[in-house]
């Protein structure tokens, strides 16, 4: 079985309730609303608001909103556990800003001890998929601001739901508050969705160099890149495990009339977004071996912090293709486990580096139609 994925937020390039009620807190009584949730000793998210645990989201505890205007997602943690960056769209043009006004993506900055938000790329043209380097003092993130202050061209949706593959989209590299920004890739077409070992040796990125959507690995200079995937179709998110040795992915390798579609949408710099499904391989891209296989379409993987565990969104559960859910997997295919059920959308999962808080985005409690906003929540085993 096909399904499309149906999204109203960030095309994947790559990202309600009673805030007043109260919360459980780690001893099992009840926190009241505000105080902060809290596991063992260490790093106490503050940041944002209590949103009410649901009943069936059992390894989710202490859930807060963190975002509450605009559209966001793909948040990812520093490597110290107390901050995220992430891509956020304006809903209002903002008359200050330069180029675009705001209705473009923009890689931001959040304090989870303190809820502060900053921007930290250029204000122009369109970013997407934001990293921090291992230091936690550098940033990475893709833009399209070197050709065009301006934002890209939407896809043409004559041709049915398809994503933008912009090729003005380069890698660039910045301090953590934005500055010092130089250019790490400048080949032609799309370079996005880059993200950094934990070990610290090599990113994995996205590119379109070769003709074809593929993962490639380099030094955090950009130096020594070498191609992993070698299979028509589209290969990308990728992720590192803990010790970096593996990578997690989501492809789509269609054949038939359908990789004749995806070709020709290629040359015109579109993707059709059907069945997708996770991956994994060594980090050089050796013993590929697939991890779901349900035609459904799923995305947004990333490992547990045992690096043996998947947790990734999909919308296996909904013949519609319309609700999207975290589930987690074994890496072999088994142990399959829901882990929210909220009935709208859930995606783009990231575990703290300690593994003591997962955050993500949903649709839950949203502000409009829709909405995408981040959420945190210390994970139960």
């Known amino acids: 079985m096909k399904r499309l994925i149906i999204l109203a937020l960030f095309p994947l390039v790559a990202c309600g309730g009673d805030m007043s009620e109260s919360a459980e807190g780690p001893d099992g009584t009840a926190s009241a609303a505000g105080e902060a949730a809290q596991t063992g000793d260490g790093f106490v998210v503050t940041a944002g608001e209590p949103f009410p645990d649901v009943p069936e989201e059992v390894h989710l505890r202490n859930v807060r909103q963190l975002t509450f205007e605009g559209e966001n997602a793909e948040a990812y943690f520093s490597p110290d556990g107390t901050k995220l960056i992430y891509q956020r769209t304006e809903l209002e043009a903002d008359p200050d800003a330069e180029g675009h006004g705001g209705e473009c993506d923009r890689i ?3 304090d989870l001890a303190t809820g502060e938000q900053e921007m ?3 204000g122009t043209g369109r970013t997407t998929c934001a990293y921090f380097y291992p230091g936690g003092d550098r940033i990475i993130y893709a ?3 070197e050709v065009s202050e301006q934002c890209p061209a939407p896809p043409d949706m004559s041709r049915g739901y398809v994503w933008g593959l912009y090729d003005s989209y380069d890698l660039w590299i910045a301090d953590a508050d934005g500055s010092n920004l130089q250019q790490l890739t400048e080949t032609e077409g799309y370079d996005a969705e880059a993200t950094i070992s934990p070990v610290g040796d090599r990113m994995v990125f996205t590119s379109v160099r070769d003709g074809d959507l593929e993962l490639y690995t380099m030094n955090l200079d950009g130096s020594d890149v070498q191609r992993i995937t070698n299979r028509p179709g589209y290969d990308g998110g990728a992720f590192f495990s803990p010790d970096g040795s593996k990578i997690v992915w989501r492809a ?4 038939g009339d359908e990789l004749a579609d995806y070709v020709a949408l290629l040359d015109q710099g579109l993707i059709r977004p059907n069945a997708l499904e996770v991956y994994v ?4 891209g050796s013993d590929v071996r697939q991890v779901t296989d349900n035609g459904a379409a799923n ?6 912090p045992d690096g043996e565990r998947i947790i990734f969104s999909s919308n296996m559960d909904d013949p519609t293709g319309r609700e999207f859910d975290l589930y987690m997997i074994h890496e072999d295919g088994t142990g399959l486990e829901r882990v929210t059920y909220t009935g709208d ?3 783009f999962p990231m575990f703290s580096p300690d593994g003591r808080y997962l955050v993500w985005g949903s649709n839950r409690n949203p502000s409009h139609e829709a909405n995408t906003n981040v959420f945190i929540a210390e994970w139960v085993e």
């Open 108 to 110: 931001w900055t959040y």
């Open 120 to 122: 930290v790329s250029t």
């Open 143 to 145: 833009s399209t601001h």
């Open 252 to 255: 789509s390798y269609p054949e």
């Open 281 to 284: 391989a060594n980090a050089d």
């Open 299 to 304: 995305f947004g993987p990333f490992w547990h």
């Open 345 to 347: 959308f859930d995606g």
